[in-house]
């Protein structure tokens, strides 16, 4: 942001030097980056009285123009222009004058005659005056001034970095200001009096006061032919803004001058009553930068009896647009919300000088405040030929109101300052402070508890006051939560068992779901403001990132692959946002090109590092053949995982892709894990080793006849339902059919800690065992 100082003396007539502000900036947080000087051009230009005018001997077009300068000089300045007449007073630039444009004056040759320098026009010099070629003017100022010397000497300009919490409420030349004067004890002119609104209830009409909280409109009528007043284009243009109309150069004036964004309509254009709504299906709106913007419901609009006519808060209509001729306007001054407004710059990459405002939120106060701002300048000037109808609808919000705790304040800025004096600093810089209350001023909008109060009282002080010290506190160590404590070991332990982890974007979007074919059943959950189409939604399930990872890395090498990512996935349920955490394994089965060969990849590695990772971390986990499986995965290489204690949960899937759907990843044979990381309600703690026992083991194998439907997962499951403690392992060994059906052969493996087991003592787990298996219709083979 670019500050002018003669801007800044509007508010602080005794304002210190150019050094001395940029102190004060510093120690209000504000970054001075540089220091310029403005205006040092203007001092060659140099106000000239027309003596004569006569035809240039040699050319129908051209004039010369006998000129008188402050010194008596006469000299002759060879001009086409069509104005210029002998008793005007005109503005000449001699050779070696700056002009706007960066063009440099000299002297040059006319057919013949010598022409030193230029009569300018208003601009050449970088202004905007009268129609007419040249400069004509009408001021009381002597021959010989300069027209640095019309603008009362050179100005001052610091280029502010202002931090995006300072950047809030300091994008306003009476906020700098304010603080500027209580930080200083310098003293303010300041007048933030309400524009007395009409009640022209026929002008306008909110339908969402939640996107619009305030909305004013004040007809004017200008004076035909009116020019901004110098003064103003001056400091507009010491700040980077140009001068355009007196109309919409007002309104710049007062955006920076006091942070408020107007919009001037020209009301000879428009049919009223204006209405801000959200726009409907279908509507368009050319903008003033040319460009057609396809509106949705999401854009808040300004909208006349044909349509919309501005993006509210951030940019007008080429239709309603202020013109060169335009006498009558009608002034918007609206308080819009803040988000609706950030949204809209987002999505349309829209950053207007009154969105950035509006995106990070304007004072209220001024919104009822700035049209009396517009008058004043305006009236004073010479602008205004009158006021019609105005009318303004809703209310500007009470003052915010939070508790006054001055010992946490102390506490956050490790100083023992009284309360008089925490409260002085307040008071200054606009706060109220009543016993245990503060109010907030309404241009602070940022402030929320104690910690801002805090900076406030550091900023007014200067943190060169505050003497630097370690805080006081407890010391203990840093620790995880259990269950981020779960999740890095769960991570640990794949590493271990030999996969790459890594990690995916939590974006994705409806397009890359679909190429894996997996419902999650989940909502998903849009974002409002995506960056791009490819990440318009927060991810629903890992294993389609991970499998784009395998597809990038198998496209690029043809190397095996086993990799992993445990992270977060999300879904929308009614109003409520669920994030979860998944793991998702993905390892490639084809065979490695290799000699000697080694073994070759199967399905069940995959297998059997999640049983290895689950034992480790205490995981009770039910494998099964489900009736029906998902749509991406091999009909018979592919088990559903289930948890026991939430056997209805759908803990996850466990297979093959399907090879046409491989075959789309960059792979022929790919085996996939893809499950809940939910944490054990007992977890195993880590590094715990289990102590052997010096007792013996005494094995049993028990030959089952087991009906059709029945799986050894769920005869595994029955027999760890007994709950023997000294049964150590059950392991599958054979598999036999014959005319009786089929048979499972089961090794069970006993042991005790305490004892040895005798035989009377296994056979009656044995009974109890085949107890539990009846139940299913598991009997012994005889």
């Given amino acids: 942001m670019k500050l002018s100082h003669r801007w800044l003396s509007r508010y602080v007539p005794d304002l210190p030097s150019p050094e001395r502000v940029a102190v004060v900036l510093q120690q209000l947080g504000i970054e001075v980056a540089a220091m310029e000087p403005w205006g040092e051009r203007l001092r060659a230009i140099e106000l000239v009285e027309v003596v004569r005018r006569d035809p240039h001997p040699r050319a129908d077009r051209l004039y010369l123009v006998s000129v008188r300068r402050g010194s008596g000089e006469v000299l002759s300045v060879v001009t086409g222009a069509s104005n210029g007449f002998p008793g005007d007073r005109l503005w000449y630039g001699p050779a070696g004058t700056v002009l706007a444009d960066g063009h440099v004056l000299g002297v040059r040759d006319f057919r013949g005659v010598t022409s030193p320098g230029m009569l300018l026009s208003p601009e050449e010099a970088g202004f905007s005056a009268e129609p007419g070629d040249l400069w004509v003017w009408r001021q009381a100022d002597a021959v010989g001034s300069t027209l640095l010397d019309v603008l009362r000497g050179p100005d001052w300009v610091y280029d502010l970095e202002l931090t995006p919490n300072l950047a809030i409420y300091y994008q306003s030349v009476r906020n700098i200001a304010h603080d500027a004067a209580a930080v200083a004890g310098w003293t303010m002119n300041d007048d933030r009096e309400p524009f007395p609104f009409g009640q022209s209830t026929g002008l306008l009409r909110v339908e969402s006061r939640a ?4 909305y004013g409109l004040v007809a004017l009528d200008l004076v035909p032919g009116a020019v901004t007043p110098l003064w103003m284009q001056a400091l507009l243009r010491a700040t980077g803004q140009r001068p355009i109309h007196p109309a919409v150069d007002v309104t710049n004036f007062v955006l920076w001058d006091c942070g408020q964004p107007l919009h001037a309509f020209d009301r000879d254009r428009v049919v009223l009553p204006i209405a801000v709504r959200r726009a409907l299906p279908g509507e368009s709106l050319t903008l003033l930068d040319g460009t057609v913007a396809a509106l949705t419901s999401a854009d808040l609009v300004i909208a006349d009896g044909h349509g919309p006519i501005a993006l509210a808060g951030v940019m007008g209509g080429a239709e309603s647009a202020i013109r060169p001729d335009t006498t009558r306007i009608l002034l918007e001054s609206a308080h819009f919300s803040a988000p609706v407004v950030f949204r809209t710059l987002r999505a349309r990459q829209l950053p207007t000088d009154a969105a950035l405002h509006f995106g990070k939120g304007t004072d209220a106060v001024m919104a009822a405040a700035a049209p009396a701002r517009v008058l004043a300048v305006m009236a004073a000037d010479g602008l205004l030929a009158g006021v019609g109808d105005s009318a303004i609808l809703g209310e500007v919000p009470r003052q915010r109101v939070i508790p006054f705790e001055p010992e946490t ?10 309360d008089e004096r925490v409260s002085l600093a307040l008071e200054r810089l606009g706060f109220g402070v009543a016993r245990d209350l503060v109010t907030i001023p309404s241009w602070r909008h940022d402030v929320e508890g104690s910690a801002d109060l805090a900076e406030e009282v550091a900023r007014y002080y200067g943190l060169d006051t505050i003497l630097p010290r370690l805080p006081r506190m407890a010391a203990s160590p840093g620790k995880r939560e259990p269950e981020q404590e779960f999740l890095e070991r ?20 409806e397009e890359r779901e679909r190429t894996l074919n997996r419902p999650t059943g989940r909502q998903p959950l849009q974002l409002a403001n995506p960056l791009r189409n490819e990440e318009s939604r927060l991810r ?15 496209s690029r090498r043809d190397r095996p692959i086993a990799m992993f990512e445990v992270a977060s996935v999300f879904a929308r349920e009614g109003e409520r946002v669920v994030e979860s955490v998944e793991l998702a394994v993905v390892e490639s089965l084809d065979p490695v090109e290799q000699f000697p060969h080694g073994p070759r990849p199967s399905i069940y590695d995959l297998k059997g590092a999640l049983e290895w990772v689950a034992a480790q971390l205490g995981w009770e986990l039910s494998l099964s053949v489900p009736a029906q499986i998902p749509a991406f995965l091999h009909p018979g290489r592919s088990l559903a995982i289930a948890f026991t204690h939430d056997p209805q949960g759908g803990g996850g899937w466990l297979g093959e892709l399907r090879p046409r759907t491989a075959q789309g990843f960059q792979g022929r044979r790919v085996a996939v894990l ?37 799986t050894f997962d769920e005869v595994q499951t029955r027999i760890g339902r007994t709950g023997s403690a000294d049964l150590r392992q059950t392991r599958l060994i054979d598999r036999f059919e014959g005319d009786f059906g089929v048979s499972l052969t089961v090794r069970l493996t006993f042991q005790s800690d305490a004892e040895t087991l005798t035989d009377q003592a296994v056979e009656e787990e044995v009974a109890h065992i085949l107890s539990e298996l009846a139940g299913v219709g598991v009997v012994l083979r005889q």
Avoid at 490 to 509: H, I, K, M, N
Avoid at 681 to 703: C, K, N, Q, T
């Fill in 211 to 214: 996107d619009c909280p305030l």
């Fill in 490 to 509: 769960l991570r640990d332990l794949w590493a271990q068992a030999g996969y790459w982890e890594v990690a995916t974007r939590t974006f994705s979007s």
């Fill in 540 to 554: 629903t399930d890992l294993l389609t990132s991970l499998l784009e990872v395998f597809q990038f890395n198998r």
């Fill in 409 to 418: 304040i102390r506490t956050l800025l490790g100083v023992a300052w009284s």
């Fill in 674 to 710: 893809t499950m809940r990381a939910d944490r054990p309600a007992s977890p195993r703690p880590r590094g715990v080793m289990a102590h052997p026992s010096r007792f013996p083991e005494i094995v049993r194998d028990l030959s089952l006849v087991v009906p059709e439907p029945v």
